[in-house]
């Protein structure tokens, strides 16, 4: 069966600091990626997509960039944080082999910039 | 492009009663339509989806929700709350696997 995997489940990072947050899918291939941020009280906001290894599609001009070096792996990553950036991320995947067409989403990371 | 649009970002209602959170997509063809369901601090988890045949979808947890093409709807519904339904609904629509799409929210309050 199919599994997604997220980490770290929260993180408190100062103002200028790098960030990296990694996402990977078990039990599938070639997957559709996502990577999605939650505000408080503002509801899912697609931050990038991909379709493939190296295709990244950016929803939200940012502060953040993507990355899919491989199949299964996406990595979301900012050189130097705002305080804005703090949320809720969540991964997702859909697609896949037998096409599903729903998205699985992982548990999500709780980032606090401070 | 597709886009869904949640109407009331809060829903109240008393356990027992009747749950309607609506949901209204704009897209040039039929979507495919998503209800999702998240609990604090986690991720979300799907109610149930839409992507062809049947107009009227049953998901988890005795909710259900139809696809009406006339009013561009795909409303979400229950007949009886229970508090353990207490919890913030998304929908999402997306065109044949593409990017996926989420409304704004509806957190639903069930009060005893």
């Known amino acids: 069966s199919q599994t997604i995997h997220q980490w770290p489940a929260t993180l408190v990072q100062p103002v200028g600091s790098p960030l990296s947050l990694e996402c990977t899918v078990e039990?599938?291939?070639?997957?559709?990626l996502y990577w999605y941020r939650q505000a408080a009280g503002r509801g899912l906001q697609l931050l990038f997509y991909?379709?493939?290894?190296?295709?990244i599609s950016s929803e939200v001009p940012q502060n953040l960039s993507a990355s899919r070096p491989q199949d299964r792996q996406f990595i979301l990553s900012s050189k130097k944080l705002l305080l804005s950036d703090s949320g809720f991320y969540l991964c997702?995947?859909?697609?896949?082999?037998?096409?599903?067409?729903?998205?699985?989403f992982g548990q999500g990371t709780r980032l606090t910039v401070v | 492009a597709q886009s869904v649009t949640q109407l009331g970002s809060h829903v109240s209602v008393s356990e027992g009663a009747l749950v309607l959170l609506r949901c209204n997509y704009s897209?040039?063809?039929?979507?495919?339509l998503f209800w999702y369901v998240q609990y604090p601090n986690q991720g979300l988890q799907l109610l149930l989806k839409?992507?062809?045949?049947?107009?009227l979808v049953k998901g988890i947890n005795g909710f259900e929700a139809e696809f009406k093409k006339s009013e561009t709807s795909f409303h979400l519904t229950k007949p009886s709350a229970h508090m353990s339904d207490a919890a913030e609904y998304f929908c999402?629509?997306?065109?044949?696997?593409?990017?996926?799409?989420f409304g704004t929210g509806t957190r639903l309050q069930v009060f005893p």
């Open positions: 997702a995947w859909s697609g896949g082999p037998a096409g599903e067409t729903e998205a699985f």
């Open positions: 039990g599938t291939s070639n997957p559709n």
């Open positions: 991909s379709v493939g290894i190296g295709q």
């Open positions: 897209s040039s063809v039929p979507p495919y």
């Open positions: 839409y992507t062809t045949g049947a107009t």
């Open positions: 999402a629509v997306t065109l044949y696997t593409d990017k996926l799409i």
